[in-house]
T-cell receptor, first 116, second 112 residues
Framework: DADVTQTPRNRITKTGKRIMLECSQT?????MYWYRQDPGLGLQLIYY???????NKGEISDGYSVSRQAQAKFSLSLESAIPNQTALYFC???????????????FGPGTRLLVL | SQQGEEDPQALSIQEGENATMNCSYK?????LQWYRQNSGRGLVHLIL?????REKHSGRLRVTLDTSKKSSSLLITASRAADTASYFC????????????FGTGTRLQVTL
């Protein structure tokens, strides 16, 4: 979805390096998410943010940090990369609804990260 | 941990046949969604079914939900080669503030 962009699309780094993955959206959504996908598996939630001042840990936040710089921008950092963080990383957004009505999430194209 | 599990893990059919994928989950939900992922690409939302709904249609897609069995199925009718992708169910569990938990996916291969 071109409304959600991720940079870089591919990244190779070395163990111990700090790296940042960036996500931008033009959908005007309040909610943003970072997921990790390992080969052959589903997505696991790393962090999520329901607005600029609201940051929450997901299932697998250890070794990661995030920054919500603006409504449109949500960055994921690997403080000290390790090989088992090699994965496909996705950013997603959703509009935010109340009353349990459900939300569709809109995904970026992904960043393929290789940690050597 | 994965809330949902899809079955089968992989499915190979011929063009024109129907494809059925199943999803089982563990806890009470507000809604269940199905997403499609082409190889290495981002996920695309297909359809959402709420906990008080039993069946929903969208084009060639038919989704059913049985909350008593905590299961859902996705039927793709008259499949096409372009339907080749991985399909994931995702649950919006009650009390989780609309976070989605994804299953492990079904890889569908449609051959000519």
């Amino acid at each position: 979805d071109a409304d959600v962009t991720q940079t870089p699309r591919n990244r190779i780094t070395k163990t111990g390096k700090r790296i940042m993955l960036e996500c931008s959206q033009t959908k005007g959504h309040d909610r943003m998410y970072w997921y990790r996908q390992d080969p052959g598996l589903g997505l696991q939630l790393i962090y999520y943010s329901f607005d600029v001042k609201d940051i929450n840990k997901g299932e697998i936040s250890d070794g990661y940090s995030v920054s919500r710089q603006a409504q449109a921008k949500f960055s994921l950092s690997l403080e000290s990369a390790i090989p088992n963080q090699t994965a496909l990383y996705f950013c997603a957004t959703s509009p935010g609804t109340s009353g349990g009505g459900g939300e569709t999430q809109y995904f970026g194209p992904g960043t393929r990260l290789l940690v050597l | 941990s994965q809330q949902g599990e899809e079955d089968p893990q992989a499915l190979s059919i011929q063009e024109g046949e129907n494809a059925t994928m199943n999803c089982s989950y563990k806890t009470s939900i507000n809604n269940l969604q199905w997403y499609r992922q082409n190889s290495g690409r981002g996920l695309v939302h297909l359809i959402l079914i709420r906990s008080n709904e039993r069946e929903k249609h969208s084009g060639r897609l038919r989704v059913t939900l049985d909350t008593s069995k905590k299961s859902s199925s996705l039927l793709i009718t008259a499949s096409r080669a372009a339907d080749t992708a991985s399909y994931f169910c995702a649950t919006d569990a009650t009390g989780t503030a609309s976070k989605l938990t994804f299953g492990t996916g079904t890889r569908l291969q449609v051959t000519l």
